[in-house]
């Protein structure tokens, strides 16, 4: 089992409804988790993070983090033309001399006009 | 600088061919990281540094690849006798606090 695991996509949203994108881990002790999004041939961008269980919100993105069930997914509201990147969820392990993100493969998102 | 710089952007190397890629983190970052990312997947783990110290190394992926920071700021990454399967965009990320990285725009390494 892959210690991130996110369904590849591709998924097709049309424009003005909600995006939902998952993804599972397996490490209980994962502290931090990212989500971030990278367009084509471009690097990764930090978009959401979140460290407590619950939803966090910023803009129309939201984050919502499940410990309990080793789950995080991120929701993209009223998704535009320009959110169609793949979406990356990260997850964050602090220990000793190791502070390394662990990502997914991602998700490709296509927005549909 | 303002964000990670990485050179060069694109690397094309004959087959046998040492490569150097070069890192230059944002200022004043303390950590340091190189990914390696192939087509259609996510960035996978090559190494760390905290300053100039390498605390991880294990995610290179054979004795071919070595990366140093002297000075506790740029970073090279460096291939010898690189191989096809050597062939991916190599990201560079810094950051100052835990998991909040800024990545660079990477070097795209083609071995033929």
């Known amino acids: 089992q892959k210690e991130v695991e996110q369904n590849s996509g591709p998924l097709s949203v049309p424009e003005g409804a909600i995006a939902s994108l998952n993804c599972t881990y397996s490490d209980r002790v994962s502290q931090s988790f990212f989500w971030y999004r990278q367009y084509s041939g471009k690097s990764p961008e930090l978009i959401m993070s979140?460290?407590?269980?619950g939803d966090k919100e910023d803009g129309r993105f939201t984050a919502q983090l499940n410990k309990a069930s080793q789950y995080v997914s991120l929701l993209i509201r009223d998704s535009q033309p320009s959110d169609s990147a793949t979406y990356l969820c990260?997850?964050?392990?602090?220990?000793?001399?190791?502070?390394?993100?662990?990502f997914g493969t991602g998700t490709r998102l296509t927005i549909i006009p | 600088g303002a964000g990670v710089s990485q050179s060069p952007r694109y690397k094309v190397a004959k087959r046998g061919q040492d490569v150097a890629l070069r890192c230059d983190p944002i200022?004043?970052?303390?950590?340091l990281f190189w990914y390696q990312q192939a087509l259609g997947q996510g960035p996978e783990f090559l190494t760390y540094f905290q300053n100039e110290a390498q605390l991880d190394k294990s995610g290179l992926p054979s004795d071919r690849f070595f990366a140093e920071r002297p000075e506790g700021s740029v970073s090279t990454l460096k291939i010898q006798r690189t191989q096809q399967e050597d062939s991916a965009v190599y990201l560079c990320?810094?950051?100052?606090?835990?998991?909040?990285?800024?990545f660079g725009s990477g070097t795209r390494l083609t071995v033929v």
């Open positions: 200022s004043g970052h303390v950590s």
């Open positions: 990260a997850i964050y392990n602090r220990g000793f001399g190791n502070e390394k993100l662990t």
């Open positions: 979140i460290y407590s269980n």
């Open positions: 990320a810094s950051s100052n606090r835990g998991g909040g990285y800024t």
